[in-house]
């Protein structure tokens, strides 16, 4: 298993539902966008998981979506993966993430 490792400076944002689940999304040495999930209960946080390949000092922001009568969340995290162009990541499950769009207007 290898030991993910930031510098100083790294990006760091949080989507939380407000209650229980928090997801805290990292941006490590090699560029990568990163998430840890878990709850205000110390001991059900998850292990880190990579998920994307970002541009070298990305900035990150997250958002955690309520969905209507229910226990899901739409999960959002915005980053750089090329110079210009911000990408949408996010998982409408709150657990598979994946590409949701490549480019988002900028301007």
């Not at 946080?45 to 990305?58: E, R």
């Not at 229910?70 to 162009?85: A, E, K, M």
């Amino acid at each position: 298993m290898s030991q993910l490792v930031y510098e100083p400076g790294a990006y760091i944002t949080c989507a939380s539902d407000g209650k229980l689940m928090h997801r805290v999304f990292t941006i490590d040495r090699d560029n990568k966008l990163c998430v840890t999930e878990g709850s205000n209960d110390a001991s059900s946080w998850t292990q880190t998981k990579q998920l994307t390949m970002t541009i070298p000092s990305s900035p990150a922001a997250a958002a955690a979506i309520p969905v209507a009568n229910s226990y899901s969340q739409l999960i959002r995290v915005y980053i750089q993966t090329n110079p210009g162009q911000i990408s949408e990541w996010g998982a409408n499950d709150g657990r598979n993430y994946q590409l949701l769009r490549s480019q988002l207007p900028t301007n």
